[in-house]
């Protein structure tokens, strides 16, 4: 049985590899991406737990990703 899903955002293999083996030795589930564009796909149908992510991967960076899937919050006038 599953308690955690780590979606590992990364575009070389070594990397990939290394992460995923990590994560697996602590019982936790993996998926891959290699864009950003498939990360945001898979994390809708996924929910992952956990996301580890390579700040610059093909066509795209990081802080696009969190960008996207974290809510901004208006800044609220102070007088």
Do not use: W
């Amino acid at each position: 049985m599953v308690f955690v899903k780590a979606l590992v955002i990364e575009d070389r293999s070594a990397m990939t590899q290394m992460f995923c083996g990590i994560l697996d030795k602590f019982g936790i589930e993996t998926k891959v991406s290699s864009t950003v564009a498939d990360a945001l796909e898979e994390m809708k149908s996924y929910n992952p737990q956990i996301v580890i992510l390579d700040t610059s991967v093909e066509n795209g960076n990081g802080m696009r990703l969190i960008t996207a899937v974290t809510p901004v919050e208006e800044e609220k006038e102070s007088r």
